[in-house]
Each structure stands twice: as C-alpha cells, then as structure tokens.
C-alpha cells in the first residue's frame, strides 16, 4: 500500500476495501457510507462483502471503470438505489475516495477527478 493513512471499510479472503483517510475530514467514503439509509447500506454490504471474497464483481450494474481521462483509473461500485462509491485499484486491493448520489452522465468525470484529488492530497500528506 502507499504511505498516506488508510483505514479498513471491508475485508475479505480475496481482497480488502480501505477508505483514503484525510487529514482533518477523517474518511470521507466510510462517514458517507455510514450515513446512508438501510437499503442502500444493505447493497453496498452484499456488493463489499462479494468483491473481498470473490475479488471481483462482473456486472457492470454493479461496478464498472469510469471512461474518464487521467490517472490513476477510478472505477464505481453502484447500488440500485442510485448511489456510488469511488474506488481506485492499488494492488490486489481497492482504496475508496468518497461516495455521492449517481451524477447526471455530463458529470461522472467530475467524480472521477475528485476521487483522483482526494488520492492525490492524501499521498502528499
């Protein structure tokens, strides 16, 4: 892993899903994750939970990389109920910037660059 401050949100047999810990925000994608009603906590749960004991989710309705220019490549694991967690690959694991409510199309890679900005101001920390 990278030597910014991470915190675990899920772990697996396969893989573990780590939070980017800000300086002075703490987790975001943990905190929004944690404010989220039942049912969409109850999606992302059973989304986690597969993606760290299987590694991977093949379904593009439930992860999918982002087409957005720069790097590194951000994808989004989704819920049914329209809300999205922004994760990057590091290694076999995967680190979670932030989560939001699903964008209109002509801002995804708005999300893409922000979860790129959270990656980036917590490796120069």
């Known amino acids: 892993m990278s030597s910014f401050e991470l915190e675990v949100i899920y772990e697996g047999r396969a893989l573990t899903v780590f939070g980017v810990v800000v ?20 999606q992302f749960r059973a989304r986690l939970d597969r993606l760290t004991e299987v590694g991977f989710l093949r379904s593009p309705e439930e992860m999918r990389p982002l087409q957005c220019n720069g790097e590194p490549p951000v994808h989004e694991i989704k819920t049914r109920s329209g809300h999205r967690l922004y994760v990057i690959r590091s290694r076999q694991d995967w680190v979670a910037t932030h989560g939001a409510v699903k964008p209109p199309d002509r801002k995804v890679c708005a999300q893409a660059e922000r979860a790129r900005g959270i990656w980036k101001e917590a490796q120069e920390q």
Do not use: M
């Open 23 to 42: 300086p002075g925000r703490g987790c975001l994608a943990s905190a929004w994750l944690e404010g989220l009603p039942v049912q969409p906590q109850a």
